[in-house]
T-cell receptor, first 110, second 113 residues
Framework: DAKTTQPNSMESNEEEPVHLPCNHS???????IHWYRQLPSQGPEYVIH???SNVNNRMASLAIAEDRKSSTLILHRATLRDAAVYYC???????????FGKGTRLHILP | DTAVSQTPKYLVTQMGNDKSIKCEQN?????MYWYKQDSKKFLKIMFS???????INETVPNRFSPKSPDKAHLNLHINSLELGDSAVYFC????????????FGPGTRLTVL
């Protein structure tokens, strides 16, 4: 399975944008890039996914490098409620198997 | 209103016992999953069912047996519990097999003494 590399933890100030990086240099042409997050004591929550083009939704934006070997999840205006572990996941086409890595623990400073 | 619910939320039991965790989703989804999150916080898929049929069965001891009485329910029965089974178990569902978004339940924290 293709792997992702994320920083163990990051900090950001409240109400500022947050850029969460993810490296996936062994990505294949049929791998989709998915992001989930897990708030404390809760189950994971889908955030966004993309293949080649940048994507926006109500929660975040996903910027994908032209060579697809890296991507960045962008939270436009972080709130305290965004403190969570963020997982960058490569998912083969429509494979049901989501393989979670260690993720990035995001701390939001008031 | 809860989309994916699990019972119980906490389960404390002795080694060797048999226990079940129940999962229900009211989203009308066809596919359901069980994940295990261990003490190091790694989240791994165990099983998935699509319309009551098993489609993913990862390398899980056969003491773990999922049962899907209908497509809205996926229960997990664990026989002869061991210390290493202590973890948080998450149920999830999606519209169909391969859907982009999986919806997770709140988790069941199982502690085996």
């Amino acid at each position: 399975d293709a792997k992702t590399t994320q920083p163990n933890s990051m900090e950001s100030n409240e109400e500022e944008p947050v850029h969460l990086p993810c490296n996936h240099s062994t990505i294949s042409g049929t791998d989709y890039i998915h992001w989930y997050r897990q708030l404390p004591s809760q189950g994971p929550e889908y955030v966004i996914h993309g293949l080649t083009s940048n994507v926006n939704n109500r929660m975040a934006s996903l910027a994908i490098a032209e060579d697809r070997k890296s991507s960045t999840l962008i939270l436009h205006r972080a709130t305290l409620r965004d403190a969570a572990v963020y997982y960058c996941i490569l998912r083969f086409n429509r494979d049901d198997k989501i393989i979670f890595g260690k993720g990035t623990r995001l701390h939001i400073l008031p | 209103d809860t989309a994916v619910s699990q019972t119980p939320k906490y389960l404390v039991t002795q080694m060797g016992n048999d226990k079940s965790i129940k999962c229900e989703q009211n989203l009308g989804h066809d596919t359901m999953y069980w994940y295990k999150q261990d003490s190091k916080k790694f989240l791994k898929i165990m099983f998935s069912y699509n319309n009551k049929e098993l489609i993913i069965n990862e390398t899980v001891p056969n003491r773990f047996s999922p049962k899907s009485p209908d497509k809205a329910h996926l229960n997990l029965h664990i026989n002869s519990l061991e210390l290493g089974d202590s973890a948080v178990y998450f149920c999830a569902s999606s519209w169909t097999s391969g859907s982009n978004e999986q919806f997770f339940g709140p988790g069941t924290r199982l502690t085996v003494l």
